[in-house]
């Protein structure tokens, strides 16, 4: 059974970069049926798509946070990750990695998730 | 592309049939998936194009809609279905896969 586990620092000071990563288990980051996504979700609001990210290391942005953000994949160690430049009050949010099935289809969704990690940004 | 959800609150009781609207401020053929989720923990996904059930869902859920106007029936409330249901849109490319702002379902 494929699991995500998110891992970084729960604590960012204003204006640095956030770096987290996420570890795929019971499943290979290779496979090239999906992307590799990753979502926040701030305090008492909705959820927000940052990003996907293929095998490969091919991405697409939210347009939004394009200008700060960069994602990665690790095939050897299974992870991808996620990088967020100056970071701001604003970007205190749980993230989430998921699993992305994206092809033009139907059947499109993000359909596995981790359990998400808190990141506080704060002096 | 922007999703709106209606209501954004519900109050209901067990054995309850309830209905979720999620309109888009423009068509997206059936690119919606339907989210469920529990306070402190990741979404579930319930529903893809519109009205596929994702393997394991039980079947009390149910989806419908295309192009903007979509909902998300479940027709016999259960007490471990109470929580925020969400829509999302995968219609648009380049991609900017929106969520909706979400419908929260309590216990009456």
């Known amino acids: 059974q494929l699991q995500l586990q998110e891992s970084g620092p729960g604590l960012v000071k204003p204006s640095e970069t956030l770096s987290l990563t996420c570890t795929v288990s019971?499943?290979?980051?290779?496979?090239?049926?999906?992307?590799w996504g990753w979502i926040r979700q701030p305090p008492g609001k909705g959820l927000e798509w940052i990003g996907n990210?293929?095998?490969?290391?091919?991405?697409y942005y939210n347009p939004s946070l394009k200008s700060r953000v960069t994602m990665s994949v690790d095939t050897s160690k299974n992870q991808f990750s996620l990088r967020l430049s100056s970071m701001i009050a604003a970007d205190t949010a749980v993230y989430y990695c998921?699993?992305?099935?994206?092809?033009?289809?139907?059947?499109?969704?993000?359909?596995?998730w981790g359990q998400g990690t808190i990141v506080s940004v704060s002096s | 592309i922007q999703l709106t959800q209606s209501p954004s609150f519900l109050s209901a009781s067990v054995g309850d049939r309830v209905t979720i609207t999620c309109r888009a401020s423009?068509?997206?053929?059936?690119?919606l998936a339907w989210y469920q989720q529990k306070p402190g923990k990741a979404p579930k996904l319930l529903i893809y194009?519109?009205?596929t059930l994702q393997s394991g869902v039980p079947s009390r859920f149910s989806g419908s809609g295309y192009g903007t106007e979509f909902t998300l029936t479940i027709s016999s409330l259960q007490p471990e279905d109470f929580a925020t249901y969400c829509c999302?849109?995968?219609?648009?490319?380049?991609?900017?896969?929106?969520f909706g702002p979400g419908t929260k379902v309590e216990i009456k």
């Open positions: 998921a699993r992305v099935r994206w092809r033009g289809e139907l059947t499109d969704a993000f359909d596995v």
């Open positions: 999302q849109q995968l219609n648009s490319y380049p991609p900017l896969f929106t």
């Open positions: 990210v293929d095998y490969s290391g091919g991405a």
């Open positions: 423009q068509g997206i053929s059936s690119y």
């Open positions: 019971g499943g290979s980051i290779s496979d090239r049926s999906y992307y």
């Open positions: 194009g519109a009205s």
